[in-house]
C-alpha cells in the first residue's frame, strides 16, 4: 500500500520561500506521479505541480509557473516542492499525491491517494 507523508509546512512572510517534501513509499512499479494539490477552504482542490517518475517530467499549474519547483531525490523516495516568492493567497493546506499517471490532466482531475496534508500559511 502506497504512503505518503507530507513535511515543511508553517509560516513565512509574504515574498519568502518554503520547501515541502514528500516521503513517498510503497510503490509496486516504476511508472507513477507524484503531485502537489492544495485546498483552501470552500474551495475545490487546486493542481500544484506533479513530477512523472519515469523519466523525470514535470507539470505545473499556471498560478505557480515561475515560482514553484518540483523536484525528486529517488535515493530517499522523496519529492520536494521548493516554494519561492509566495503570496498571502498561497495560505492553504498542500497535500502530497500520487497516481499511474502525471500530466497537466492529472493536475486537473486528481490522483488516486493523498497525504494527510500541511499547512502553510503565508502572512506579515
Known amino acids: 500500500q502506497v504512503q505518503l507523508v507530507e513535511a515543511g509546512g508553517g509560516l513565512v512572510q509574504p515574498g519568502g520561500s518554503l520547501r515541502l517534501s514528500c516521503a513517498a513509499s510503497?510503490?509496486?512499479?516504476?511508472?507513477?506521479?507524484i503531485g502537489w494539490f492544495r485546498q483552501a477552504p470552500g474551495k475545490e482542490l487546486e493542481g500544484v505541480s506533479c513530477i512523472w517518475n519515469p523519466d523525470g517530467s514535470t507539470f505545473y499549474a499556471n498560478s505557480v509557473k515561475g515560482r514553484f519547483t518540483i523536484s525528486r531525490e529517488n535515493t530517499k523516495n522523496t519529492v520536494y516542492l521548493q516554494m519561492n516568492s509566495l503570496k498571502p493567497e498561497d495560505t492553504v493546506v498542500y497535500y502530497c499525491a500520487t497516481d499511474e499517471y502525471c500530466s497537466d490532466y492529472v493536475l486537473y482531475k486528481g490522483m488516486d491517494v493523498y497525504g494527510k496534508g500541511t499547512l502553510v500559511t503565508v502572512s506579515s
Open positions: 510503497g510503490f509496486t512499479s516504476v511508472n507513477y506521479g
